[in-house]
């Protein structure tokens, strides 16, 4: 059975600081990941993936997340965090099965 | 180009009433899922349709139901409701099994509060 851990509730940074938000993922098989953030009483928007290829994904609003297969892991990361970026980040994995699953979330806050 | 539209925003029921959630994909896509996001769970899988059928679900009672119509829009049905069922409902889509490792287009979700 697939699944996805993310291991804090919660991440504190100060804005212009790098951040890291961590996930890792249980498959059989390659999997396919992702990241989608939530804004307050929106839907989930869309990050970046990884299916195969380079470690390092590249995504929306200068969101970028490495890859590590020996490690499981599929850490969201971003050189200076904004203020703008607070929101609730998941991390999702599919096996190739269609049945996307989600960790359980972790809210990000940035202090001006 | 128009997203994932979901209807109603908000729905208030009382305790062992029906309620009717709707979504329409994003023009070309065949597939449907639906997520139940409650306070503090995440965001726990309910159904998924494509192709007019109902493909895989999730650990939920049967009084969870759903459908999809020809034109791949899809309902969501909870009977009987409870209060645990309060929550917010999610439809996302995505073009379906030709394209496995696609992602996920969400709506903005449907509120369900059970009194």
């Known amino acids: 059975a697939q699944s996805v851990a993310q291991p804090e509730d919660q991440v504190n940074v100060a804005e212009g600081n790098p951040l890291t938000v961590k996930c890792t993922y249980s498959?059989?098989?390659?999997?396919?990941l992702f990241w989608y953030v939530q804004y307050p009483n929106r839907g989930l928007q869309f990050l970046l993936k990884?299916?195969?290829?380079?470690?390092l994904v590249k995504g929306s609003y200068g969101f970028e997340a490495e890859f590590n297969k020996s490690q499981t892991s599929f850490h969201l990361k971003k050189p200076s965090a904004l203020v703008s970026d607070s929101a609730l980040y998941f991390c999702?994995?599919?096996?190739?099965?269609?049945?996307?699953?989600f960790g359980a979330g972790t809210r990000l806050f940035v202090k001006a | 180009e128009a997203g994932v539209t979901q209807s109603p925003t908000h729905l208030i029921k009382t305790r062992g009433q029906q309620a009717t959630l709707r979504c329409s994909p994003i023009?070309?896509?065949?597939?449907v899922y639906w997520y139940q996001q409650a306070l503090g769970l995440g965001l726990q899988f309910l159904l998924w349709?494509?192709?007019?059928?109902?493909?895989n679900r999730g650990n939920f009672p049967p009084r969870f139901s759903g459908r999809q119509f020809p034109n791949y829009s899809s309902e969501l049905n909870v009977n009987a409701l409870e209060l645990e069922d309060s929550a917010l409902y999610l439809c996302?889509?995505?073009?379906?099994?030709?394209?496995?490792?696609?992602?996920?287009?969400f709506g903005e979700g449907s509120r369900l509060t059970v009194l």
């Open positions: 023009s070309g896509h065949t597939s």
């Open positions: 498959v059989s098989g390659n999997p396919y």
């Open positions: 996302a889509s995505s073009k379906g099994q030709r394209t496995r490792t696609g992602e996920l287009f």
């Open positions: 990884y299916i195969t290829g380079d470690n």
């Open positions: 349709y494509d192709e007019g059928e109902e493909r």
């Open positions: 999702a994995v599919n096996s190739g099965g269609f049945k996307t699953i």
